[in-house]
């Protein structure tokens, strides 16, 4: 079976522009959620989505948005671009009712700004 | 809020035995989760307690005691794939939430040496 799968896994912008970090969860799981790693850091939690409706945010400005498609998959969205948004992001899904079960987590996108 | 702490830094031997400590303090606490993450690469879960206690898993095992807010993680038999970093995640549910978001530490990079 596939694991969560994100793209791309590389990204190089520039201060101002605006990025789409895309994310497909693990077949059957409904819940994704977001978190910036930045080096040297455990990850940060950003969002979280079920069932196409967002079920928490974390401390992070509002240039940060994201959605989940009909087909579980995600999309992260930052505007307005800042150097210290390079870092690494990573999705990771999960069943709705995760009282025993991991988050497992997609190889990331690595975004740099310059 | 939540606050997690483990130590940044361990090394050891190939062949030895390490601990990993973490501590926490949060609320609305429903796990504790261990993954491993080498450089560049997705965390991968380890181990999941929710109750007190220890958990073997062949050459990992983890420790939790909720009234302490402590638990640490036991690696056997060291291997020089073992040299990654190790992170303790706290999961949390929000008031009024059924879905819990992780909190991480900042993950403690372990080295092992031949």
């Known amino acids: 079976d596939a694991g969560v799968t994100q793209s791309p896994t590389h990204l190089i912008k520039t201060r101002g522009q605006h990025v789409t970090l895309r994310c497909s969860p693990i077949?059957?799981?409904?819940?994704v959620s977001w978190y910036q790693q930045v080096l040297g850091q455990g990850p940060q939690f950003i969002f979280q989505y079920y069932e196409k409706e967002e079920r928490g945010r974390g401390n992070f400005p509002d240039r940060f948005s994201a959605r989940q498609f009909p087909n579980y998959s995600s999309e992260l969205n930052v505007n307005a671009l800042l150097l210290g948004d390079s870092a690494l992001y990573l999705c990771?899904?999960?069943?709705?009712?995760?009282?025993?079960?991991?988050?497992?987590f997609g190889d990331g996108t690595r975004l740099s700004i310059l | 809020g939540q606050n997690i702490d483990q130590p940044t830094e361990m090394t050891a031997t190939e062949g030895a035995i390490v601990q990993i400590n973490c501590t926490y303090q949060?609320?609305?606490?429903?796990?504790l989760f261990w993954y491993q993450q080498h450089a560049g690469e997705a965390p991968t879960f380890l181990s999941y307690?929710?109750?007190?206690g220890l958990e073997e898993k062949g050459r990992f095992s983890s420790f939790l005691s909720r009234s302490k807010g402590y638990s640490y993680l036991l690696l056997k038999e060291l291997q020089m794939k073992d040299s990654a970093s190790y992170l303790c995640a706290v999961r949390s549910f929000d008031r009024g939430s059924t879905l819990g978001r992780l909190y991480f530490g900042r993950g403690t990079q372990l080295t092992v040496w031949p």
């Open positions: 307690n929710v109750l007190d």
């Open positions: 077949s059957g799981h409904k819940s």
């Open positions: 990771a899904s999960s069943f709705d009712r995760e009282r025993d079960q991991p988050q497992h």
């Open positions: 949060t609320s609305g606490f429903n796990g």
